[in-house]
């Protein structure tokens, strides 16, 4: 994959992070990496006093240092500035720090010699991968901890990992794959920590999974209306084109492009509508989906946007122009941006697992899971659902303590969702008096995607079991896809059994989009055919 600082989105940064291509530069980002050194080296022989090439850094900023120190002054930095604890990031997640960094510093603004650049992208390229801490960034001067971590294994200290060596001495590691420690000259210690780097590496892998999960609540959604009768109106076009916001309307074409219609019959609505009227009202959990689950859509491509642009910025301290000649201490590190969009991005994801967790209570209680079939004397093979959902009650205890689990991961994610960024500490001997506090914004919305993912994982779960109380009747072919994935991994709940491995597999196939592939077809077939009747409607009208 070629990187030139400008072009690389999130979806890009995840597939680098699984090892998924090799880097290179384009012949544009070459040329800017070289001009921008050169600025540096004039300085650097003229003996002139520019922040971070010939003076302390922070609050040091005023003391000039000596031309036979400059190198150990950045090495100093590094290893000084290595301070964060707490668990490595995964091989995978220091892939895309690695990645990310190496894009940023080919926009040619940090003044790194194409030399060290280069060194960083055949480490890439070979997953050397250095040991990161998750802690110790206040996302203030950027993530200098983590990333004095980065650069720390790349000057062969500390620790570092290869698919081949595991964990090892870093420099031992680089010489297993004949690769040499990088030396750093004037300004590299300072190019390669400086911007928020951690912060936006974390939150991409976290709007990508948080994007991926809210696709499929909607078609969780739709199985859980369907088992429980709802009424699809509420879905009507005409209602959200009334309301026309972006999310909303995309959420509503796609539970009516899963759930009963002309295209996409369904055995149980057909059944249902034999006996018993629809509901004038479902409850807000099943009618406002599309408005619930549209602003978190929303939500999602407006953090995808803003962290699109961080990772394609240059968050250097000093920044180099080379066309001017000229270097400007600025702030462009700050981490508050994507500090606060991922805050809002636990926010606005958190929502799928709060409204889950109360149609799964729908499914759950037979005063609300039967409040569409009242008694039909006529009709002797009216489906019920059992409380729990599932036979013998009493003597099992079905989906019981499966909600409780649910509602534990919704409770948490409540906590989570307290902005990590509304607070400030002052660091660095009052220089860095405001700080983003934007590393626990992008750890805590991680968690908070993965608790929506297992929460929706038990009500799809629940909605195929319910499934089981249908008389065998099928629901709509897509819908129907789904329920058979499913069963593939979780046979039907005919009496207790160990639950957690059933959970645990159906959170892995919403986590690799397994049931979204089961219905995109579908949808898109659905999507053709409406098409088609607007310009059918549009042909005979002109």
């Known amino acids: 994959m070629f990187l030139d600082g400008n072009n690389l ?14 880097i290179k530069l384009t012949d544009e980002a070459e040329e800017k990496v070289r001009l921008a050194r050169k600025v540096v080296d004039d300085i650097v022989k003229g003996n002139k006093i520019v922040y971070g090439i ?55 603004h940090s003044g790194i010699s194409p030399e060290t650049l280069h060194q960083f992208i055949d480490a890439f390229n070979a997953s050397c991968l250095p040991w990161v801490p998750y802690k110790g960034t206040v996302g ?14 790349m000057m062969g200290e500390g620790k570092m990992w290869s698919p081949e060596t595991k964990w090892g001495e870093a420099g031992q590691v680089l010489k297993a794959h004949n690769l040499k420690p990088i030396q750093l000259t004037a ?7 400086n911007g928020a780097q951690l912060i936006t590496t974390l939150g991409a892998e976290a709007v990508e999974r948080a994007s991926s999960i809210a696709r499929q609540a909607d078609i969780v959604a739709a199985l859980t209306m369907e088992v429980l009768k709802g009424n699809p109106t509420a879905f009507d076009s005409a209602v959200h084109a009334a309301r026309p916001h972006k999310g909303q309307i995309e959420v509503a074409r796609r539970f009516r492009s899963v759930l009963p219609s002309e295209m996409h019959p369904s055995e149980i609505a057909t059944d249902h509508r034999k006996r018993v009227k629809f509901l004038a009202q479902d409850a807000y959990t099943i009618r406002c989906c599309p408005q619930v689950h549209g602003i978190v859509n929303d939500t999602i491509e407006f953090v995808r946007s803003t962290l699109t642009t961080e990772m394609n910025s240059a968050t250097d301290n000093p920044l180099v122009f080379p066309d001017r000649n000229e270097i400007i201490s600025a702030g462009n590190f ?12 636990a926010i606005g994801i958190h929502e799928l697992a709060n409204i889950s967790e109360r149609r799964l209570e729908r499914l759950m209680n037979p005063a609300y899971s039967n409040r569409s079939l009242p008694e039909n004397p006529n009709y002797d093979e009216t489906p019920k659902m059992p409380a729990f959902l599932v036979s013998k009650g009493g003597l099992n205890s079905g989906f019981m303590i499966a909600h409780c689990t649910s509602a534990a991961l919704v409770s948490e994610n409540k906590v989570l969702c307290h902005p990590a960024s509304v607070d400030s500490l002052s660091t660095s001997a009052g220089q860095e008096d405001h700080v983003s506090m934007g590393g626990f914004s992008a750890r805590k919305a991680l968690r908070v995607v993965e608790h929506v993912e297992q929460a929706l994982a038990i ?10 109380f249908q008389n065998k009747r099928k629901t709509t072919a897509p819908l129907q896809k789904v329920y058979e994935l499913v069963r593939t991994v979780a046979k039907p709940w005919d009496k207790d059994r160990y639950m957690a491995p059933d959970i645990d597999e159906v959170t892995k196939l919403l986590q690799e989009e397994k049931v979204w592939h089961a219905v995109k077809p579908y949808m898109d077939t659905y999507r053709s055919h409406q098409l088609c009747q607007l310009l059918s409607r549009d042909t005979g009208s002109g």
């Open 9 to 22: 989105t999130t979806d890009d940064l995840i597939r680098l992070g699984k090892g998924k291509f090799r």
């Open 187 to 193: 300004k590299e210690g300072l190019a390669l920590i």
């Open 140 to 153: 203030a001067s950027g993530d200098l901890a983590p990333m004095s971590h980065l650069a720390l294994g």
């Open 459 to 468: 009500e799809l779960l629940a909605a195929c079991q319910a499934m089981e």
């Open 54 to 108: 010939t003076t302390g850094f922070g609050e040091f900023a005023n003391v000039t240092i000596e031309p036979g120190e400059l190198v150990e002054l950045q090495e100093n930095l590094i290893r000084s500035h290595a301070s964060g604890v707490g668990h490595p990031l995964s091989p995978e997640r220091t892939r895309m720090l690695l990645a990310l960094r190496i894009n940023i510093l080919s926009k040619g």
């Open 334 to 345: 700050h981490g508050e941006y994507p500090a606060k969009v991922l805050d809002y991005l």
